[in-house]
Structure formats: C-alpha cells, structure tokens
C-alpha cells in the first residue's frame, strides 16, 4: 500500500518560512519522480515544484528563487523549502509521487501565510 505523508505545514507570517515534508512508503522511491502541488480555496490545484529520480528540479515561475525541492533517498523522503512567503502562498500543499504511470497523492498540509 502506497503512502505519501506530509507534515510541516502551519501558521507563519508574511516574510517568514516553512519546511514541508513528505514521507513516502509503498513505492520505489529511488526512482519516483516527485513533486509538490498547491490549491487554495476556490482555486484549482496548481503544480509548485517537482524533482526527478536523477535530482533534476523545476518550479513554477511564482516560486522560482523563493522555494526549493529537495530529496533524500534514503529517508524516503521529499522536501520543500519555502522562504519569503506571502499571503498569496496560502493554500493546502499535496506531495505527488510518480512511478511509471501510477501517480499517488498524499493527504495535504495546511499553510496560511498572515500579512
């Protein structure tokens, strides 16, 4: 059974940062590409960043030089580094997993950036 596992969501304020985890089990992880979606309220789910099998990133160009995706293989474990965070960053962050043409999708955690 495959599961992906985020944590590190909260409060924070406008400026400030936060580290989300997601810890993922059921899967190669060595060779899943994983990635990090976002979706606000009354908005559609938006990819944030992604991170190949072979440490190759790419982020969405609102998030380019303020977030940072970061793997550790032997944790099983993605991450995202996110400074300079805005109001606008607000939403529920989904860790994605994909393995070949299955895609697996954690829970979400929150993060509400105050102004």
Not at 19 to 32: D, E, M, N
Not at 48 to 57: E, F, K, L, R
Not at 102 to 109: K, S, V
């Amino acid at each position: 059974q495959v599961q992906l596992v985020e944590s590190g969501g909260g409060l924070v304020q406008a400026g400030g940062s936060l580290r989300l985890s997601c810890a993922a089990s059921g899967i190669t992880f060595s060779i899943a590409t994983m990635g990090w979606y976002r979706q606000a309220p009354g908005e559609q789910r938006e990819w944030v960043a992604s991170i190949t099998s072979d440490d190759n990133t790419n982020y969405a160009d609102s998030m380019k030089g303020r977030f940072t995706i970061a793997r550790d293989n032997a944790k099983n474990t993605v991450y995202l580094q996110m400074n300079s965070l805005k109001p606008e960053d607000t939403a529920v962050y989904y860790c994605r997993g994909r393995q070949g043409l299955r895609i697996y999708w954690g829970q979400g955690t929150q993060v509400t950036v105050s102004s």
